[in-house]
Nanobody, 113 residues
């Protein structure tokens, strides 16, 4: 059974940095691409970033140059390093395993002074 567990969310000041994590289990992690999405209050869930098995990365224009997605196959974990955060980055961040259409329960990130 595919399971994704996010962690690391919290309150961060504008311009600050935060790293969130997603621990995966129930499948051979290194064989599949992974992604992050987010959902702000009153808005639809939107794509943030994706990393392939070969570590090729794709980003939404809104986070390009500020966020970095990376994976550690030894730990079955995918990360999202967020830098220069803005209040508009406030959202629940969800881990996604596209091949399985599987989602975690999300971790809240709030950007506020």
């Amino acid at each position: 059974q595919v399971q994704l567990v996010e962690s690391g969310g919290g309150l961060v000041q504008p311009g600050g940095s935060l790293r969130i994590s997603c621990a995966a289990s129930g499948f051979t992690f290194s064989n599949y691409g992974m992604a992050w999405y987010r959902q702000a209050p009153g808005k639809e869930r939107e794509f943030v970033a994706r990393v392939s098995t070969g570590h090729v990365r794709i980003y939404a224009d809104s986070v390009k140059g500020r966020f970095t997605i990376f994976r550690d196959n030894d730990k079955n974990t995918v990360y999202l390093q967020m830098s220069s955060v803005k209040p508009d980055d406030t959202a629940v961040y969800y881990c996604n395993a596209p091949h399985f259409n599987s989602w975690g329960e999300g971790t809240q990130v709030t950007v506020s002074s």
